[in-house]
């Protein structure tokens, strides 16, 4: 991470400090890494870290990759992530499986 104290994922929409460490701890440290690798995926590591997070936080990391506020998300779209979340998984329970 750079030694500037400035912390760019803060400036995001819709992300504070803790949602900012939780990305941290995934090796996500910019606005770049987390547009390549994407909401559902850092949702995805956020959560396989341990952190207790719900829904919200995909919500809100689509949101603010689209430079929106969260309560903007329509319900057809938070449906889309809820299910490209579940077929992440899927596909990760699959690789795990012999």
Request: hydrophobic share 35%.
């Amino acid at each position: 991470m750079p030694s500037t104290s400035r912390d760019e994922l803060q400036e995001l929409q819709n992300l504070g400090k803790t949602s900012a460490q939780w990305l941290h701890a995934c090796g996500i440290h910019s606005i770049a890494e987390l547009r390549r690798l994407g909401a559902v995926q850092a949702y995805a590591c956020v959560r396989q870290r341990g952190f207790r997070v719900t829904r919200s936080l995909l919500y809100a990391l689509d949101a603010a990759l689209r430079d929106l506020p969260s309560r903007q998300l329509d319900e057809q779209r938070k449906a889309e992530l809820d299910r490209l979340y579940h077929i992440s998984q899927e596909h990760n329970a699959r690789q795990l499986t012999p």
